[in-house]
């Protein structure tokens, strides 16, 4: 399956953006699926998780209460809604597979997709 995250830009500091994670050549809906974050200089890093059927989502303390992960199987797309954004937040934002819901380890996701890239001004 090959992934293409959009939706990033520039904002302030305490705007909102919608992230979307599209897929092709394959359904997404038999996977779990997660979003992670890079900073420059920074390791890529866990943001939100979400099971294959969208029932069940677990978080990065860093977006507790600020994003919300989701899906629509019919779009066969995922959503990373994130509200409140902090500076802290820049990043450049991937979707990527897992067999491992509940995972947070870089290693359990696969089929990277390009990232979008998030800047939030203080």
């Known amino acids: 399956v090959q992934l293409q995250a959009c939706g990033g830009g520039s904002v302030q500091a305490g705007d909102f953006l919608r992230l979307s994670c599209a897929a092709s050549g394959r359904t997404l809906s038999t996977y779990n699926m997660g979003w992670f974050r890079q900073a420059p200089g920074k390791e890529r890093e866990f943001v939100a998780g979400?099971?294959?059927?969208?029932?069940?989502?677990y978080y990065a303390d860093s977006g507790k209460g600020r994003f919300t992960i989701s899906r629509d199987k019919a779009k066969n797309t995922v959503y990373l809604q994130m509200n409140s954004l902090k500076p802290e937040d820049t990043a450049v934002y991937y979707c990527a597979t897992t067999g491992s819901y509940g995972s947070r380890w870089t290693s359990d996701f696969g089929s990277w997709g390009q990232g979008t890239q998030v800047t939030v001004s203080s």
């Open positions: 979400i099971s294959w059927s969208g029932g069940r989502t």
